[in-house]
């Protein structure tokens, strides 16, 4: 029997409330306010309700849990993710994987966990003035929250998906290792994508929120954040929008919240957006722009024997080798790693339809994937997208893909497709609606020399929105300060991955919960002081 | 080989389905019900039971956001209104009388058109169609999933 310690924690008194529950309009008071539970505002809601704050959380998706979390694509999809885990930018060339419930991506993130690399801090400090943020400087932050949601390198075999990363690689004299996740006594079976029917991940959803509720703090869910009232100085409240039990349909009813301060950690599409609503100060227009995607491509390979990549830990083997191949503001540079293969997000990940793409879902045991992770926003062309709203006030993500990022996907096909027929495919498929089974590496090199680069031609996946918020000391050119507070608005922090000034050029959330375990605690003492 | 006569017999057999079941349907309208019906089994290359597509696609739209759903409206208004189902999709005949071949050439055309907003168009098919049918347990066996492990 698995306890479910998230329904005996609303059993035994945690004020967790559903937004969708309510009859009336409603008033909260409280020192601090957070907006949104993912990797930064859970992170952020445990320090500061241990420090003695009254915290309150605001969720736009549902609180699930172990229990809830029955490994089906159906039901998680819609339940646990930004539109269905269909989210799409503005002209719907890149699929986004975004998590939105309790706990946000990190309840359905594949755990992979790393430290933000030193290459990315150096490039920060050099061109966003972030002085503090050598490795040394962040290590003890990375070091603490590594401790507190377990995150080592995984221990077990990886599984074959996996597994055959590195013996295609390897054969090419391609390093790989191994992925640190964050999971506690896991199972291996491989539905972290789907919620932890276990509670082996260490998501925030089983870590800090908990926690936090422990201490006091108050959550409502089914509740978005719509807009601050501001006063010229400082925000007044916050409104919150209730909605109703499907998630998706806005209820009559309204949370007003008055804090002492003001936190937003509603991802790198929804703080921007919340910023945006609320017509807070941006006098140089910084607010939404420069949001970062890691535009991932994709390559898949029938192999002779079978793979299983429905099974077992999802991410446990990376290689970093592209990245470091040219400088990092050179070529754009790339991460390979693999997902996980279920029907739902295979099936609509292939391209093709009919006999074709039937054929390929019959072999679904023996088919390998690799992505590969293209890290925007260290080059003049790779400016990324940018956040605006719809006429009704939702966001959406305008991101065009430069000729400049269109080289690394080219580039990034060659080298999937080169592991694949190493590691013993008899076919590969890179992810181009131009593409058939290549059954030698020669004809999938002429194919993908010869493909039109084009959105809606060559899949373009994310998992990862970064930016929008960015930190820096110059307000010329960010949006928050080093420790996440806002330029112009005396009573509001930043502290989600918005503030990144640049994509991570790895998996973001240990990157999240590192630094804004940083900000948080300033921004703790800041208030106790 | 699909006989006309097949598609036919299955396009009636389908819309009796539809017709008789008692599903409680959140997105769709018969018509566009239809539609999802006829598309699903040239984009799925397989005879599947439409109306088990039908409710995945039904349950998938009604859970995206508001301003979604409204794009998914438009795309199944486009292919529902006779004039621009014969000029824009390139479908001469009702969907219930259009034969798989049709509809191949139709979903084939937008896959590959020069105007980004029709492969947009044939993407969310292939999202919601494919969706629809593989996040049902009875596409399993075929494709040698055995489905989540038990756990408790």
Known sequence: ?529 | MITRRKLLLGGLAAAGALAAGDAVYRFSTDDDRVIVAAIAPVMIGADVPAQDVVRGFDVAVAGLPLAVQGEVHQLLGILRFPVTRALVAGIWHPWQNADRGEIAAFLERWRYSNVAQLRSAYDALHQLVLAAWYGNNVAWTAIGYAGPPHVA
């Open chain 1, 1 to 529: 029997m698995i306890r479910d310690i998230v329904a005996e924690g609303v059993k035994g008194g945690w004020k967790a409330h559903d937004a969708a529950q309510l009859r009336q309009n409603t008033h909260v008071e409280c020192d601090v306010a957070i907006v949104g539970t993912g990797a930064g505002g859970g992170t952020s809601a445990e320090i500061l309700a241990q420090a003695g704050l009254r915290v309150l959380l605001i969720e736009e998706g549902p609180l699930r849990s172990s229990s809830d979390f029955h490994m089906l694509e159906r039901e998680a999809y819609p339940q646990l993710y930004q539109e269905s885990a269909g989210r799409r930018t503005k002209d719907k060339g890149i699929t986004i994987l975004q998590g939105r419930s309790v706990g946000g991506s990190t309840t359905v993130n594949w755990t992979s966990s790393f430290r933000t690399p030193p290459e990315t801090l150096q490039y920060w400090r050099e061109h966003f003035g972030l002085h503090e943020f050598g490795d040394a400087d962040l290590a003890p932050w990375f070091a603490h929250m590594e401790h507190r949601l377990n995150v080592h390198p995984w221990e077990q075999p990886p599984n074959e998906n996996n597994s055959l990363l590195r013996q295609g690689a390897q054969k090419l004299g391609i390093p790989t290792k191994i992925i640190p996740r964050n999971v506690k006594g896991c199972w291996n079976i491989g539905y972290c994508g789907m919620g932890c029917p276990t509670n082996a991940k260490q998501s925030m959803l089983v870590t800090t929120i908990p926690s936090a509720l422990e201490h006091g703090a108050t959550l409502y869910y089914r509740a978005r954040a719509e807009q601050f009232r501001f006063d010229g100085t400082r925000i007044t409240s916050l409104v919150v929008r209730a909605l109703q039990s499907d998630g998706i349909h806005p209820s009559a009813h309204t949370i007003t919240v008055h804090a002492r301060h003001y936190v937003l950690a509603a991802g790198a599409i929804g703080s921007p957006a919340v910023l945006l609503r609320s017509g807070l100060p941006d006098p140089y227009h910084r607010a939404g722009k420069r949001t970062f995607l890691h535009p991932t491509v994709i390559s898949a390979a029938v192999m002779p024997q079978q793979v299983n990549g429905f099974s077992g830990a999802p991410q446990s083997i990376y290689s970093d080798h592209f990245l470091r191949t040219q400088p990092i503001d050179g070529a754009i540079g790339y991460k390979l790693e693999v997902p996980p293969l279920h029907p739902v997000l295979m099936s609509t990940t292939l391209v093709g339809f009919g006999e074709p793409h039937a054929q390929l879902m019959s072999q679904t045991p023996n088919v390998q994937v690799i992505i590969a992770l293209l890290r925007d926003g260290f080059h003049p062309d790779s400016e990324g997208g940018t956040v605006e709203l719809r006429s009704d006030g939702t966001p959406l993500l305008d991101y065009p893909i430069t000729p400049y990022v269109w080289d690394g996907a080219r580039r990034a096909l060659h080298t999937m497709a080169q592991i694949q027929f190493a590691a013993g495919a008899k076919t590969v498929l890179p992810l181009h609606e131009n593409a058939t089974p290549y059954a030698s590496l020669a004809a999938a090199q002429r194919a993908i020399d010869g493909f039109p680069m084009a959105i809606l031609r060559t899949r373009v996946a994310s998992a990862h929105v970064m930016g929008g918020c960015a930190m820096g000391e110059d307000a010329k050119t960010s949006v928050v300060d080093s420790f996440g507070s806002h330029h112009h608005v005396a009573n509001l922090s930043v502290l989600d991955g918005s503030v990144f000034p640049t994509s991570i050029g790895a998996n973001p959330q240990l990157s999240i919960f590192g630094i804004m375990a940083r900000n948080a605690s300033r921004l703790a003492s800041r208030l106790n002081g």
